[in-house]
């Protein structure tokens, strides 16, 4: 059984800065992309970032560019992502998800390409 936990949320102000990481435990299988997104109250969930597992390109949401950084370790089967200069609007429970099969560059941005979720966690920016 795979699961993908997720840790390092928290509260922090606005400026500040958190390191998420996602383990993937339970299994030998090799995702062809693992993703981070976001679910702020009232809101859906949206895509944040993207790192394709074998070659390492990454992509992200206009929202977040130039102040997250997403990366992996293949070898501790663990992806990271580096959010610097927080905003109260990124406040949301944050999740990890891969996706086992190819996705198209813009279907990778899309929750329902991805097999497996972790069960979040939560971050929150003070103004």
């Known amino acids: 059984q795979v699961q993908l936990v997720e840790s390092g949320g928290g509260l922090v102000q606005a400026g500040g800065s958190l390191r998420l990481s996602c383990a993937v435990s339970?299994?030998?299988?090799?995702?062809?992309?693992m993703a981070w997104f976001r679910q702020a109250p009232g809101k859906e969930r949206e895509f944040v970032a993207r790192?394709?597992?074998?070659?390492?390109?990454?992509y992200y949401a206009d929202s977040v560019q130039g102040r997250f950084t997403i990366s992996r370790d293949n070898a501790k089967n663990t992806v990271y992502l580096q959010m610097n200069s927080l905003k109260f609007e990124d406040t949301a429970v944050y999740y990890c998800?891969?996706?086992?099969?190819?996705?198209?560059?813009?279907?990778?941005?899309?929750?329902?390409?991805?097999?497996?979720w972790g069960q979040g966690t939560q971050v929150t920016v003070s103004s």
């Open positions: 339970g299994g030998t299988l090799r995702f062809f992309v």
């Open positions: 790192v394709i597992w074998s070659g390492g390109s990454t």
């Open positions: 998800a891969a996706a086992q099969y190819y996705c198209t560059p813009d279907g990778c941005s899309l929750r329902d390409n991805y097999d497996y």
